[in-house]
């Protein structure tokens, strides 16, 4: 079977090319190759990216039995564990994610916003003008207290710091770790497989304590943190979830919700430093208590530097995907990057204007910084909720000038599209006290 056309350059290059510039390399190869093309990357094996959204609307809402998504990510499994539902497929991936579902839902998410908000307010509060700030690892301390509190539901300080202190040092750790089962080999006391196991059995003891302490508490009831509810979930056969089962999902929403959405709102801040008028017309609109300019730079940002390059799913059986007749074992990439760089989708793709999506909003399957269908990501509505928050909490209060001239060209971190210098900025000014808007309960 023929595959779609693409780059002819070796593998390994292929694969420098992509860690080094991922946006101007997906896009330049979208360009020469059109819509579907074929890409081989080392440990990756061959993979087909489509950027055509009626073959993307397809791969996402068409039959899923011959498609996989959790295989691939079976390298995170020595971390995340076998019952996380990012590395489980079929049946038990259905199962996993049916009871983490619920309690991500765009009502529940509205109980976070306060949470959010607290967690920021204090954070910007430290923000001293003439101080300097990198603000993506700003928002990784931030987004990593928001998922202690609003999905661990734990909010003593020091409980929080020792959570801090143990899953840091694991999801920390180089992602050699993940991939490679050689370093992982416990080789003897000061071998770097021994400490990572070390790091590893205390981020299990602090987890499983905190699993240990709720199932007893006497508000679990009562409780709303994602803990308590899933605690309190059952499946079809009345089944609860084991403290193995909570473990791995607790570990799996703090390794894809934490760097994630700390990353999307480094972004967020450095597009609308670049562009003052955005940020002139944001704090305006949220003086005079209007959101959907807000939520719309939130989509834009998404859109224009979206976290993840695209979704991924493995072809158990051939597949005809845009036309083309795939075999099993292709990987195939519905391409977030590519398809939110449309220009007839998107006039002027790389110019940051939130106004286009206050004006017509996107058809869902254009706008996919979340993948889609069965697998689409659980966190979305608290993702969205999260960076719209923060930055409701931080445009008015601070003034912040960013250290480099142009924004941060976008680099590989692990598998997020990062900014390569983590958005440096200076504070210039705290602004007088502007009227806080209202609470909302909009989502993005
Ligand atoms: C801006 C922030 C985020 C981005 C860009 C993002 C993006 C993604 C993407 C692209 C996928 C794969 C979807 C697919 O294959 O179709 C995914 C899956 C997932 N995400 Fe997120 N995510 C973010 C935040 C979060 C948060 C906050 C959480 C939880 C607290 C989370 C939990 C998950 C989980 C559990 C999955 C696996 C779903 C499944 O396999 O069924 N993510 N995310």
């Known amino acids: 079977m023929a595959l779609p056309p693409g780059p002819r350059t070796p593998a390994p290059l292929n694969l420098l090319r992509f860690a ?19 890409v081989k990357m080392p440990g990756f094996g061959v993979g087909v990216y489509v950027a055509d959204p009626d073959a993307i609307r397809e791969l996402f809402t068409g039959d899923q039995s011959d498609l996989r998504a959790g295989e691939a990510n079976s390298f995170m499994e020595p971390v995340l564990g076998p019952h996380s539902v990012l590395v489980l497929d079929g049946s038990e991936h259905l199962r996993q994610r049916k009871l983490l579902l619920p309690p991500f839902q765009g009502s529940r998410v509205t109980a976070f916003r306060e949470v959010i908000r607290d967690v920021a307010e204090r954070e910007v509060a430290r923000w001293r003008p003439g101080g300097e700030l990198v603000l993506r690892e700003r928002m990784r301390a931030l987004t990593f207290e928001v998922i202690c509190r609003a999905v661990f539901g734990v909010t003593e300080p020091d409980r929080v710091e020792t959570l801090r202190a143990k899953l840091g040092a694991v999801i920390d750790s180089s992602p050699l770790f993940m991939l490679s ?8 006391p000061g071998t770097p497989g021994r400490r990572f196991r070390e790091r590893l059995v205390a981020a299990d003891a602090a987890l499983y304590e905190e699993i240990d302490r709720r199932r007893h508490a006497e508000d679990l009831e009562s409780r709303s943190d994602v803990l308590s509810l899933l605690l309190r979930a059952r499946d079809e056969d009345g089944r609860g979830m084991s403290d193995r089962e909570l473990r791995d999902e607790l570990f799996t929403m703090l390794g894809a919700g934490h760097e994630t959405t700390a990353t999307g709102l480094a972004f ?15 704090r305006a ?17 998404l859109r224009l530097r979206p976290v993840i390059d695209a979704a991924e799913r493995t072809l158990t059986k051939p597949r005809t995907v845009a036309g083309w007749e795939l075999p099993a074992g292709v990987k195939v990439y519905p391409g977030i990057v590519l398809i939110q760089h449309r ?13 286009r999506f206050t004006e017509d909003g996107a058809d869902s399957y254009s706008w996919i910084p979340f993948g889609g269908g ?3 990501c659980i966190g979305a509505a608290l993702a969205t909720a999260e960076m719209a928050e923060v930055l409701r909490v931080a445009v008015p209060l601070v003034e912040l000038r960013p250290l480099r ?9 692990g598998i997020t599209l990062a900014p390569k210098h983590g958005v440096r900025v200076a504070v210039e000014r705290r602004l007088p006290a502007a009227t806080r808007p209202a609470t909302t309960t ?3």
């Open 20 to 38: 080094r510039r991922p946006l101007a390399t997906l896009q330049g190869w979208h360009a020469r190759y059109g819509d579907t093309f074929t």
């Open 442 to 444: 909009a989502t993005v």
């Open 285 to 301: 609109e949220l003086a005079g208590g209007e959101d959907a300019y807000l939520e719309a730079v939130v989509r834009e940002t």
């Open 405 to 413: 001239a142009a924004p941060d060209p976008v680099v590989l971190r």
């Open 268 to 282: 967020a801040f450095e597009l609308l430093l670049h562009n003052p008028a955005a940020l002139a017309r944001l």
């Open 374 to 376: 069965i697998r689409r």
């Open 181 to 188: 089962g050689a370093l992982r080999k416990d080789l003897g």
């Open 343 to 355: 220009a007839d989708l998107y006039p002027h793709p790389h110019e940051f204007r939130p106004e």
